[in-house]
């Protein structure tokens, strides 16, 4: 039996201070019972999700949702997109695309790769704060969906 309560939110995300700010804020909320597994980049995403079988036998649950930021060098987050929605067993779990750009041709292009939404990344640390806790809230606690592949 999988433990929706305790299913992971994973966070691909190449800015450190932002990672941080993610992490704080998700494990912060009230009820919070999610770990926050942070993935560095998208090659580090794709290792993890796609090519290691670290994720096949070192997490015996899906995520509950995935933060992916869209801007990242080497691999970019519409690359790790893709990859996500290709695999059976993850393309099911919702995807949240992070960046600091509104530019619309970006949120075209990740909503036809399969995003489930697109958040951007403020510029005050308020304003950031209640979008990332409001997405948190909404994916860990409102939405039903977990309850049907976690």
């Given amino acids: 039996m999988i433990d ?8 691909v995300e190449d800015e450190e201070d932002h990672a941080r700010f993610i ?6 909320l009230k009820g919070n019972t999610h770990p926050v597994i942070h993935l560095k980049n998208g090659k ?28 990242m060098p080497m691999i ?13 067993t993850l393309r099911m779990v919702p995807v949240i695309m992070l960046t600091t750009t509104s530019r619309a041709e970006d ?5 036809n790769l399969g995003a489930n939404d697109f958040i951007v ?3 005050s640390f308020s304003d950031f704060t209640d979008k990332i806790r409001q997405l948190a809230l909404y994916w860990g606690f409102v939405s039903d969906i977990k309850e049907i592949f976690c």
């Fill in 4 to 11: 929706v309560d305790r299913a992971p939110v994973l966070l």
């Fill in 23 to 28: 992490v704080r804020t998700i494990t912060a």
């Fill in 44 to 71: 580090e995403a794709l290792d993890f999700f796609i090519k290691n079988s670290r994720y096949q036998e070192g997490m015996d649950r899906l995520p509950l949702f995935i933060l992916l930021d869209i801007n």
């Fill in 76 to 88: 970019d987050g519409f690359e790790v997109l893709e990859e996500i929605k290709k695999n059976e």
């Fill in 107 to 111: 949120i075209k292009r990740a909503l």
């Fill in 121 to 123: 990344k403020p510029v």
